[in-house]
């Protein structure tokens, strides 16, 4: 098992910025891949952001060059920068964390932090 804890969710005015952060901890193997999703109301969850242990990124088309995703290994922590806020990009933002194996994967999932863009 792997328990995620997030933090850093809030209410910022348009244009303005907030870090999410969620801390990783439990049987965590040495090849894994961290996200970002986020589901807004009345929507279906959606990818964010990816990050795999070795650093490499993935980004929805939403949010390249506003949102940045990075990881500390040694911390098991993940952060997302999310920069130039829109109105759009409320939603309850969750973390994700897949651990990988040959032929296995698993999937853990935070419980989530609300994110509140006003305009």
């Known amino acids: 098992q792997v328990q995620l804890v997030e933090s850093g969710g809030g209410l910022v005015q348009a244009g303005g910025s907030l870090r999410l952060s969620c801390a990783a901890s439990?049987?965590?193997?040495?090849?894994?891949?961290m996200g970002w999703y986020r589901q807004a109301p009345g929507k279906e969850r959606e990818l964010v952001a990816t990050?795999?242990?070795?650093?490499?990124?993935g980004y929805a088309d939403s949010v390249k060059g506003r949102f940045t995703i990075s990881r500390d290994n040694a911390e098991n922590t993940m952060y997302l920068e999310m920069n130039n806020l829109k109105p759009e990009d409320t939603a309850v933002y969750y973390c994700?964390?897949?651990?990988?194996?040959?032929?296995?994967?698993?999937?853990?999932w935070g419980k989530g932090t609300l994110v509140t863009v006003s305009s």
């Open positions: 994700n964390f897949r651990n990988l194996r040959p032929g296995y994967a698993t999937d853990y």
């Open positions: 439990g049987s965590i193997f040495r090849i894994n891949v």
């Open positions: 990050i795999t242990n070795g650093g490499i990124t």
